[in-house]
C-alpha cells in the first residue's frame, strides 16, 4: 500500500475566515478511494493528541483521512495556539455544521464514493447531526460523543446571559478563553430543532459505531446510553463499544507521547468498522 501523503488545503469558513484542512492518502492520481472526515471537539483541533495518528492509521487502511478545525476553534495558522480568540468567542454549533458541509462537499468534489465521519466529544454529536441530514454519509463513528450541547447549570447560563459572555479555562496552557453569547443563543434556539443530538439519533439509518470510557472524566456513560437507546427508538443500527477504565481521551494527552492500550482498541476496531462500513 502506497504511503500516506498530506496535503494542506484552505477552504473558506461559516465566518469568512480560513478553514485549514489536511488531507492524507496513498491514492494514486486518478484513484477514488473512501474518504473518513474527523471532527474534533469543543477546545479541540485537528492537530491534538490523537488525531494526526489516527488520520494517518486511516489511510494506511486505505481511506482518504480528512482532519480539519472549526471556524471556531480558536487555533491559528502554527496549528497548536490559540490565538484566533475572536473567532473563538463568535463560535456556534450552527457554524460548525456549516463548516463540516463545507469540508464534506470539497471531500466529496474529490471523488471520494463513500463518506465517512468520525467526532469526538462536541465533534461527535456534531458528526452525528450532519450524517442524519446527509444521503452522502454511509457510516459514522463517534468517540465520548455528548447527547446534548448545553451542558452548563443554571447558575452558569443565567451569568452568561447576563454578562455576554462565558470564560473558559483551557487546563492545558492556562489560558481564559471568553465564549460570546452567540453560542448560548444558538443552542437555546435550536436544542430541540435542527441541533437536537437525540432526535438526530433515532433519524440515523446509517451503520454507527459508538465508543465511550467507562470512567469519561467529562462526558457520563449516560449520554453513549442515551445515544443508543435513541438509535435502538428509530430502528436504527447502532454499536457500542464500552472501553474498560478509560476516559475521555482514551489515554492519550497532547502533545502526542504515544499511544494507550485503551486507544489502540479504540482506533483497530474504528478502522475496522470503517473498513466493513465503507467497502
Known amino acids: 500500500m502506497s504511503t500516506p501523503r498530506l496535503a494542506s488545503v484552505r477552504l473558506t469558513g461559516h465566518d469568512g475566515g480560513p478553514l485549514r484542512v489536511d488531507v492524507r492518502s496513498g491514492a494514486r492520481p486518478g484513484e477514488a478511494r473512501p474518504a473518513v472526515v474527523v471532527c474534533h471537539g469543543f477546545k479541540g483541533f485537528k492537530d491534538w493528541g490523537f488525531f494526526p495518528p489516527t488520520a494517518e492509521r486511516l489511510a494506511l487502511a486505505g481511506f482518504t483521512a480528512v482532519t480539519f478545525n472549526f471556524s471556531?476553534?480558536?487555533?491559528?495558522?502554527?496549528?497548536?495556539?490559540?490565538?484566533?480568540?475572536?473567532r473563538w468567542g463568535r463560535q456556534t454549533v450552527s457554524g460548525d455544521l456549516a463548516d463540516l458541509e463545507t469540508v464534506v462537499?470539497?471531500?466529496?468534489?474529490?471523488?471520494?464514493?463513500?463518506?465517512?465521519?468520525?467526532?469526538?466529544?462536541?465533534?461527535?454529536?456534531?458528526?452525528?447531526?450532519?450524517?442524519?441530514?446527509?444521503d452522502r454519509v454511509r457510516a459514522l463513528a463517534t468517540w465520548s460523543a455528548v447527547c446534548r450541547y448545553?451542558?452548563?447549570?443554571e447558575d452558569e447560563v443565567e451569568a452568561w446571559r447576563r454578562d455576554g459572555r462565558l470564560d473558559v479555562l483551557n487546563l492545558r496552557t492556562g489560558q481564559v478563553l471568553p465564549v460570546g453569547r452567540g453560542l448560548l443563543d444558538d443552542l437555546e434556539s435550536n436544542g430541540e430543532g435542527s441541533l437536537d443530538v437525540l432526535g438526530a439519533a433515532a433519524r440515523l439509518r446509517i451503520p454507527w459505531l459508538i465508543v465511550h470510557g467507562t470512567a469519561d472524566e467529562t462526558v457520563p456513560q449516560g449520554d453513549a446510553r442515551r445515544l443508543r437507546e435513541a438509535s435502538a427508538s428509530g430502528g436504527g443500527s447502532g454499536e457500542t463499544l464500552w472501553v474498560e477504565g478509560a476516559g475521555h481521551t482514551f489515554g492519550v494527552r497532547h502533545p502526542w507521547a504515544?499511544?494507550?492500550?485503551?486507544?489502540?482498541?479504540?482506533?483497530?476496531?474504528?478502522?475496522?468498522?470503517?473498513?466493513?462500513?465503507?467497502?
Do not use: C, K, M
Not at 465517512?116 to 458528526?127: D, E, I
Not at 448545553?150 to 447549570?153: A, E, G, P
Not at 504515544?258 to 467497502?279: I, K, M, N, Y
Open 72 to 86: 471556531g476553534s480558536g487555533v491559528g495558522e502554527d496549528g497548536e495556539s490559540f490565538d484566533e480568540l475572536d
Open 105 to 134: 462537499g470539497y471531500v466529496a468534489g474529490l471523488g471520494a464514493p463513500w463518506i465517512g465521519l468520525l467526532g469526538h466529544s462536541r465533534g461527535g454529536a456534531t458528526a452525528l447531526l450532519h450524517a442524519a441530514r446527509d
Open 150 to 153: 448545553l451542558r452548563w447549570s
Open 258 to 279: 504515544g499511544s494507550s492500550p485503551a486507544f489502540d482498541q479504540v482506533l483497530s476496531r474504528t478502522v475496522e468498522f470503517f473498513s466493513t462500513a465503507l467497502p
